[in-house]
């Protein structure tokens, strides 16, 4: 007698609930807002977050972004994002973006849409009281973060990829999906007849992401069929490595360093015998100690840091964002404000 096999589409809301429930995603009657932008992959997550109120009663709300930068399609999406919400009885909440602002093409439009949408989730899940906000990531979107964090020159950090819960304003932005494939997302759509509107610009190479999703992903799958897993366990341990690099940079900094409000003092002589890698990174916590973030800080200002805190030369001194000063005196390493600010008045 032929064994049953079994339905994959099944074992992926298996998989799913297993995977939310393991990490305590979603406790009973939390609150749930979950990104939804019209297309296959964040539909298939709100589909399956319906299914799973059936094992975890929680409330579930839905939030949209109309960017109107694609006329009628955009249009079509926010309103299949309502009438799936109607359907289901759960509220779906939209907002227009700013239309016409940018190129949509550039990087920096790019990023500040995703910050819009951000600030959006997170005003929404303030109002609603949302114990988390989540989104639909999926493998390959975690493959062509760490690929392009690679080409980019990224630190450890950068090679992490997307991390499955970060902070978000107040609540949690959790990635459900990261371990789902896109043919197995748009399968589930299928069987489920979950209706769907892909953005047509991700058809688009105007995309710098958009061409390393559709040319370089399908020579590496082709090449290695199980290479994303190992792209993404990649990741993973390079996040634990970054983990661990962090806390002991802050442990060294906790030991040997000393901050007053003129300066971030680091002892030179210690410094300079630990390993690159953790230099830079006790830079970076010395910084974000000292100025309260690191949002501008960039890997070469880092490195440039570093060059002078090991070089010949005994006095240099080289200028960060956000008004900071690196500075070497001898043995003497230090954060500090820029000159203007220190002058006194005889």
Not at 192 to 208: G, P
């Amino acid at each position: 007698m032929r064994a049953k096999r079994s339905n994959p589409v099944i074992k992926l809301y298996k998989k799913f609930r297993a995977n939310i429930k393991r990490n305590k995603f979603i406790q009973n009657d939390d609150v749930v807002l979950v990104g939804v932008s019209g297309g296959v992959d964040s539909m298939v997550l709100a589909h399956l977050l319906l299914k799973l109120r059936k094992d975890i009663p929680f409330k579930l709300t839905l939030a949209h972004v109309n960017y109107k930068l694609r006329g009628a399609e955009s249009d079509a999406q926010e309103k299949l994002v309502h009438d799936f919400a109607v359907q289901n009885g759960v509220i779906a909440l939209s907002l227009r973006g700013p239309e016409g602002r940018g190129n949509p093409g550039a990087v920096n439009f790019q990023k500040s849409a995703r910050d819009f949408r951000y600030h959006y989730f997170a005003e929404v899940a303030a109002e609603i009281g949302a114990d988390s906000v989540m989104v639909a990531h999926h493998l390959e979107d975690q493959v062509e973060t760490i690929l392009a964090q690679l080409l980019r020159g990224s630190s450890l950090k950068g090679l992490s990829g997307m991390k499955a819960m970060r902070s978000l304003a107040k609540v949690p932005l959790i990635r459900p999906l990261l371990s789902f494939s896109k043919k197995d997302l748009i399968a589930y759509a299928q069987e489920n007849k979950v209706s769907f509107i892909e953005d047509s610009s991700n058809a688009s190479d105007t995309y710098w992401r958009n061409r390393l999703r559709h040319e370089l992903l399908p020579v590496i799958e082709n090449l290695r069929p199980k290479a994303f897993e190992k792209i993404t366990r990649l990741g993973e341990e390079m996040a634990e490595l970054s983990h661990y690099l962090s806390a002991t940079a802050k442990d060294w900094l906790k030991e040997f360093a000393r901050r007053d409000e003129k300066s971030f003092w680091i002892p030179r002589p210690r410094f300079i015998l630990l390993p690159k890698t953790l230099r830079l990174e006790i830079l970076q916590q010395a910084y974000l100690q000292w100025q309260g973030h690191a949002a501008d800080l960039k890997h070469d200002h880092l490195v440039r840091c570093d060059q002078i805190a090991s070089g010949p030369k005994p006095e240099a001194s080289y200028s960060l964002p956000a008004n900071v000063r690196f500075q070497r005196s001898a043995d003497n390493c230090q954060f500090i404000p820029p000159i203007a600010k220190n002058l006194q008045v005889r």
